[in-house]
């Protein structure tokens, strides 16, 4: 059974910064790319970061420049650096591997 469990959202000031973990169980993700959306209140989800198997990274224009992705094979775990956080960022965070898996998602919220 693959599992995908998302943590380390929270509450930050805007400017701030967080990092996101997606750890994977029941499927070996070196094999896939990943990607990580959003999903803000009254939104369509969105996509955010892809990470490939490689570890090459692609980003939304919005994101650019302040998100990077990262991953870690050998634990199973793909990451996301948040920094320069702004209200806009606000939303539910949650990782996909192979077009088919979502994790839960974390919250984050930036707000002063």
């Known amino acids: 059974q693959v599992q995908l469990v998302e943590s380390g959202g929270g509450s930050v000031q805007p400017g701030g910064s967080l990092r996101l973990s997606c750890a994977a169980s029941?499927?070996?993700?070196?094999?896939?790319?990943m990607r990580w959306y959003r999903q803000a209140p009254g939104k369509q989800r969105e996509w955010v970061a892809s990470?490939?198997?490689?570890?090459?990274?692609n980003y939304a224009d919005s994101v650019k420049g302040r998100f990077t992705g990262s991953r870690d094979d050998a634990k199973n775990t793909v990451y996301l650096q948040m920094n320069s956080l702004k209200p806009e960022d606000t939303a539910v965070y949650y990782c996909n591997v192979a077009s088919a898996y979502w994790g839960r998602g974390t919250q984050v919220t930036v707000s002063s």
């Open positions: 029941g499927i070996q993700i070196s094999i896939y790319h």
């Open positions: 990470i490939t198997i490689g570890g090459s990274t």
